[in-house]
């Protein structure tokens, strides 16, 4: 198993030899180019990626226009809930914005593992309760903050993403056009310089 998820898994409940092996069993490293999808709209995912190295962007189409609502990023889980939980096609995209190395689990050989190994379930319960806190923590932010807070909450919390991905799907992170935040960013200059 990669240590990077042994380290991740390692925070929320030690793990036995036989339950690491396990999990190496059931999980595969796989690379993936900038620009792959790996769900489209429409699509039903049994698979959740455990991000080693790289940046995958989901994002919505409405009218035409992609609308991103989220970054994962190294050390990261993306997990399409509905699909995987519901069993529902999906309602968004999920891609590449770099080349990426992740870990590839699949939700059917996950439910074994718990079976088998209860404390696998215990920290997959944690883990979901973790990235459901997270999203709320989204969505209260997004909602209550001005654009120029999002952007500098963005700024502060995940800086690399600046140097990984383009200012337009930034732009779209945070809500506004990228004209917007250009004027944003020009406005944050001027200040510092101030």
Known sequence: MDDKLLKHFSKIHALTDEEISAIDETMSSKQYKKGT??????QTSTEAYFVLEGVIRQYYIIDG?????DFFSDEQWVV????????????????CCTDCIVLVGNSEKGEE??????????????????VFA???AKIEAFTINTPLIRYQNLLKSRP???QRIPQYQIASYIGVTAESLSRIRKRLVTKSKK
């Open 65 to 69: 226009e992609e609308k991103t609502t």
């Open 134 to 136: 997270e999203q709320q």
């Open 80 to 95: 399409s809930l509905n699909s995987i939980h519901v069993n529902s096609p999906s309602t968004h995209y999920l891609e």
């Open 160 to 162: 690399d993403l600046f």
């Open 37 to 42: 999808v790996l769900l489209k709209e429409g």
């Open 113 to 130: 593992l718990f079976t088998k190994y209860p404390n696998l379930g215990l920290i997959s319960r944690k883990l979901m309760e973790n």
